[in-house]
């Protein structure tokens, strides 16, 4: 899935942003470090996406054993 990022300055800040994934926002004063970091973001908020609908399913397996 190819995801929009959005780069602004925001003071002294360059800040990476995406409308299609909420969450993300990668901040540093040096744009390649903001840069070379959103990729690690991107796949930790995937991650904890995966990990909720994991407990979902977990807490709806209880729900129906109880």
């Known amino acids: 899935m190819d995801i929009r990022v959005e780069h602004r300055v925001v003071g002294t800040q360059h ?6 994934l909420p969450g993300l926002y990668v901040a540093h004063a040096d744009k390649t470090v903001a840069e070379r ?3 690690e973001a991107v796949a930790m908020l995937r991650a904890m ?3 909720r609908a994991e407990k979902r399913q977990v807490d709806k397996l209880i729900a129906r054993r109880a």
Do not use: E, I, K, Q
Not at 15 to 20: A, E, L, M
């Open 37 to 39: 970091s959103v990729p």
């Open 15 to 20: 800040v990476f942003t995406s409308p299609d």
């Open 49 to 51: 996406a995966a990990r």
